[in-house]
């Protein structure tokens, strides 16, 4: 199923058809009933980089932003807290480390005050992660590096 | 009006009021509990209980859009439309004919409704006594059409079914995020509600969209930070909206088939 992000109509209102704004507002209210393939960190992911396919792909895009990332991470924190279930809180975690991995990587900026030890952890903890992917753990291992170099 | 119909009335301020006023739903209205089913209020309504006020209060609040709808898409003025809509709650609701098919044919209820009240302007009888009654009843405010979802503009060149369809899927929406809106202030997430209204209800409700950037300076919170109030507000909603088409279904297996007849509906023209 494709992503559908928030309901959108057009900028003037009246021009479109209220029934179609109530479907679309249907149809989004059940999108993540109906595939449960798209995971709540995924939809949000899609929010704020739309092109992106999954969540891992919106954070380790070269072409992401940085600002992009502080949304990531703003929107991961949340819902490492918030999350529906113990393993969405847990995914939110590890990808709320991996935006922090990805900007000190792609943009040479830290966009957390936690300090070097706390992020050797969790960046360790994302290498160690077998669940995630590849292309993940390698910038984890990379931020690992920038960190203890620094 | 006749005597027993004239009787109920009488006997049911509350529901004076919502005739007299029409119905406006708005998302600070308090709404009954809707976890009975449309038959089950309908069914107490008639039965004269202590909660047959409450019920049939909650019933014609939210049937009244999707009636006023279906008769002004027909081709009826403002005025005349607000009064075949009153006057099908006082003929048909009190009078239990729905009631009494409701438990005939059992179903769901928005065919049910949008059936009784085709039949009901085709009796050219009902519709000059509906008339009649406009002075005793009074007709409802321009405000107060208002709340009722614009209708005046949307509804030009719409079928009756589909304006018919169009409000009572908005009813369902409404009530449900009337819900949301009470749970996340009872939390103290008032917040996500605004995040939520902003965000999701005024485009589904008006067509005005807003940019999760315009909302977020509004709020004074990050754009991540808002998209993630939406998504956990967004499921609570997607809970709520299943709970409230549920009270409108016979049998619960019929919940998805009936998501998908109204999105069929709401897609056809």
């Known amino acids: ?122 960046f360790t903890e994302l290498t160690d992660d077998d669940t995630m992917p590849d292309r993940v753990r390698d910038l984890a291992a990379l931020a690992i590096d920038f960190v203890r170099n620094k | 009006m006749d005597a027993s119909l004239h009787d109920a009335y009488e006997a049911m301020p509350r529901l004076r009021i919502v005739i007299a006023q029409g119905v406006a739903i708005e998302m600070t209205t308090p709404q009954h509990s809707m976890s009975q089913t449309n038959w089950a209020q309908m069914r107490d309504a008639a039965s004269g209980s202590s909660t047959a006020q409450a019920s049939l209060d909650a019933i014609a609040r939210r049937a009244w859009p999707a009636i006023y709808a279906f008769v002004r898409a027909s081709g009826h003025t403002n005025d005349a439309a607000t009064d075949l809509t009153q006057g099908f709650i006082a003929d048909v609701f009190l009078g239990r004919n729905l009631i009494e098919k409701a438990d005939q044919e059992r179903g769901r209820f928005r065919t049910l409704l949008m059936s009784a009240v085709r039949n009901y ?18 007709l409802r405010s321009l405000h107060a059409m208002h709340d009722v979802g614009h209708e005046v503009q949307d509804l030009a060149g719409v079928s009756p079914e589909r304006a018919f369809h169009t409000r009572y899927v908005g009813a369902i929406v409404r009530a449900a995020a009337s819900r949301l809106q009470r749970e996340l202030v009872a939390d103290g997430n008032e917040i996500s509600w ?76």
């Open chain 1, 1 to 122: 199923m494709n992503h559908e992000p928030t309901p959108s109509t057009s900028p003037q209102g009246s021009s479109r058809d209220s029934a179609e704004s109530l479907s679309d507002t249907l149809r989004w209210a059940f999108q993540l009933d109906a595939s449960p393939a798209l995971t709540g960190a995924t939809w949000l992911a899609r929010e704020i980089v739309p092109d992106a396919s999954d969540a891992f792909e919106a954070i380790t895009a070269t072409t992401t932003s940085l600002a992009a990332l502080r949304e990531l991470k703003s929107a991961f924190k949340m819902l490492r807290s918030c999350g529906a279930t113990t393993a969405e809180r847990s995914l939110a975690a590890r990808l709320y480390a991996a935006t922090l991995a990805a900007a000190l990587i792609r943009h040479r900026e830290l966009i957390t005050s936690q300090d070097p030890a706390n992020l050797l952890r969790a």
């Open chain 2, 121 to 138: 302007l085709n009796d050219s009888h009902r519709r000059k006594t509906a008339v009649t009654r406009t002075p005793a009843l009074g």
């Open chain 2, 194 to 269: 605004e995040v939520f209204r902003m965000r999701v209800l005024q485009a589904a409700m008006t067509g005005d969209v807003r940019g999760y950037d315009e909302i977020a300076n509004a709020l004074g919170i990050d754009k991540g930070t808002c998209a993630a109030r939406v998504l956990l507000a967004k499921r609570r909603f997607a809970k709520l909206l299943k709970e409230e088409i549920l009270t409108t279904v016979e049998d619960p297996a019929d919940l998805d088939d009936e998501v998908a007849q109204l999105l069929a509906l709401l897609g056809s023209r």
